[in-house]
């Protein structure tokens, strides 16, 4: 559906040339939701808007929907991003226009006649649940309700594609979580590939299928986002993984532990897909002589199944042969401290 | 009508008639200006923000061009301007005489200041809207016509009700130089006749003149603002 090939973008400035986005090959499919995460300055909203052409590729070639972007102009140019919807991270909303006028928008672009735009517009009224607040102007809407009118009005001409640029970077946890449904439910119900940029491991996990870690313009590390989970191979993409699976004062609690003689060997297990609900703790206790107490847990769930990651502290005399034991199974082990 | 006029023990002097008369010359060509003011006003404010740099039509010497007419002619006083444009006006309409004469000079000592402002109004619209527009596939006209003119509105207005009330004060010089209207008659029958009754009552009708303009534009400016 997408496929980008030795695309790179370099900003000449006062200081010297940027690399915002340095000679990158992807390629996203039809259907799929695919996320790009990375810092800060790391040239995901440069590798984004050169979809759509907002920014032009220094070099490199992009093709979306089976159109090359690079070569359209004008007219030509103009249709191809009516096939492609994009959200943004501050909703960029027409605050002179009423919610159904701001959704009624690209119709009117795309020259649709009134009475089509009316009934379309009441379609995606309800579609993003906000059903009698048309009227409303979006000075009078919550930062998740302006996210919802963004989402309608990128989808009213039946996009192909659907670009969101940090588009849950501005709302709160709750509200995030309310817009990322929004968006799987879009996906499932009309097929909608979406590729979505963001900073927060919590947003990947939650929705996307795929996903790529970029850093410095390039993409270190791609791939199923359950198997990135897993087994994160760069550092950037451990540090990402930490922050849906480590509760933040996880390290700090654990290290408290460390300094305790009677602590024994701390493990981190990491279960993925249907390992997560099988008695692994109660056979080890059944088996071997040891105590196992649980210190953190947590489980996650993907698009692809769930992920958790438990801490645990062992400590008997077979705790060596149960540690052996747990690495025998379809565990991932770590021994973060002791043993 | 007359009678009951002279016969009041203040303001005898004042001729009502007269007074009148120069109230529609003054809201004639305050009206009449006001318009051309809005209308070159906003297409020169928008070649402004269009040419300038990262924008839809970025052109570095129209935007010079432009930006150079806009101060210069912004700079002039608007009294000098009158005298200065003589020869055009006389060139355009066949004299110098009478509200419509003052017209031209009005509108281009005014349409350069409102320019201003419709740019500043325009450079406030969210750089991201405009992009979002783009990025929907918005023509160059269905962005302007669509999203800088809607967008900037309240702005819009606000700044063509300051220029309104600085062109009332144009119309007062313009009539200095036989343009007719309330400062013509201030100045003429009040000033040099020494009648100060009818400068007064002149300075009265204009300050009126300012106060509805004033109340229309801020009625207008809230109605239209729902940021
Ligand atoms: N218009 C621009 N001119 C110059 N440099 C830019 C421009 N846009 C982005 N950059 C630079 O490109 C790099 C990537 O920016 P960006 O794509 O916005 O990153 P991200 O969205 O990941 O935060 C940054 O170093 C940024 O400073
Ligand atoms: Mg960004």
């Known amino acids: 559906m997408i496929s980008l090939s030795q695309l790179a973008k370099i900003f000449p400035t006062k200081d010297g040339d940027v690399t915002a986005v340095d000679h990158i090959d992807l390629t996203i499919d039809q259907g799929e939701i695919f996320g790009v995460i990375g810092y800060s300055g790391a040239g995901k909203s440069t590798l984004i808007r050169m979809l759509n052409m907002l920014e032009a590729p220094t070099s490199g070639a992009v093709e979306v929907a089976g159109r090359n972007m690079n070569s359209l102009s004008g007219r030509k140019l103009r249709e191809a991003r009516q096939e492609i919807g994009m959200i943004f991270q501050h909703f960029n909303l027409l605050w002179s226009r009423t919610v159904a006028e701001n959704i009624a928008f690209p119709l009117e672009i795309k020259g649709v006649s009134k009475a089509e735009q009316k009934e379309r517009v009441d379609e995606l009224i309800e579609l993003v649940g906000l059903s009698g607040r048309g009227g409303s102007y979006p000075s009078q809407l919550s930062g998740g309700q302006k996210q919802r009118v963004g989402i309608a009005r990128a989808l009213a001409n039946n996009p192909k594609v659907l670009l969101c640029d940090e588009a849950t970077s501005a709302l709160d946890p709750k509200t995030t979580d309310s817009i990322l449904d929004l968006l799987v439910d879009i996906n499932q119900k009309l097929g909608l590939t979406i590729v979505l940029i963001t900073h927060e491991m919590h947003v990947i996990r939650k929705i996307c299928h795929r996903v790529a870690v970029m850093e410095g313009g390039r993409v270190v590390e791609q791939g199923d986002v359950l198997d990135i989970f897993r087994r994160p191979q760069q550092a950037m993409t451990k540090e990402f993984v930490k922050q849906v699976t480590e509760p933040e004062e996880t390290e700090e609690a654990l290290r408290h532990l460390f300094d305790d003689e009677r602590t024994g060997s701390v493990l981190q297990l990491t279960f993925v897909g249907g390992d997560a609900q099988r008695p692994l703790i109660t056979n080890i206790v059944r088996k071997f002589e040891v105590d196992v107490s649980i210190l953190q847990g947590k489980i996650s769930q993907t698009q692809h199944g769930s992920y958790g990651s438990l801490f645990i502290s062992v400590t008997g005399p077979q705790a060596e042969e149960a540690i052996a034991f747990m690495r025998e199974q379809q565990v991932e082990v770590e021994v973060i401290h002791g043993g | ?227």
Not at chain 2, 62 to 84: D, E, Q
Not at chain 2, 87 to 105: D, Q, Y
Not at chain 2, 122 to 137: F, Q, Y
């Open chain 2, 1 to 227: 009508m007359d009678k009951l006029m002279t016969a009041s023990v203040f303001f005898s002097e004042v001729n009502w008639e007269n007074m009148w008369d120069a109230t529609l010359e003054t809201i004639y060509m305050t009206v009449f200006s006001l318009v051309l003011t809005f209308l070159f006003g906003i297409i020169l404010g928008l070649l402004l923000f269009l040419t300038a740099r990262g924008q839809l039509w970025e052109n570095k010497t129209a935007h010079f061009i432009i930006g150079a007419y806009v101060n210069i002619f912004r700079s002039i006083p608007f009294i000098i301007l009158i005298v200065l444009l003589i020869p055009f006006t006389l060139a355009l309409l066949g004299t110098f005489l009478g509200p419509g004469a003052a017209v031209p000079a009005l509108v281009i000592g005014a349409a350069p200041f409102y320019a201003r402002m419709v740019e500043i109004a325009l450079r406030e619209i969210d750089r991201g809207v405009i992009e979002a527009s783009k990025a929907m596939g918005a023509s160059n006209g269905q962005i302007i016509w669509k999203v800088l003119l809607p967008e900037s509105m309240p702005a819009l207005v606000s700044g063509i009700t300051v220029t309104a009330i600085a062109l009332v004060s144009y119309t007062a010089m313009a009539g200095v130089i036989g343009a007719g209207g309330l400062g013509d008659l201030a100045f003429r029958d009040g000033f040099q006749r020494n009648n100060p009754d009818i400068t007064l009552t002149a300075t009265v009708v204009i300050l009126i003149i300012v106060f509805i303009l004033q109340f229309i534009g801020d009625q207008l400016t809230s109605r239209l603002d729902k940021r």
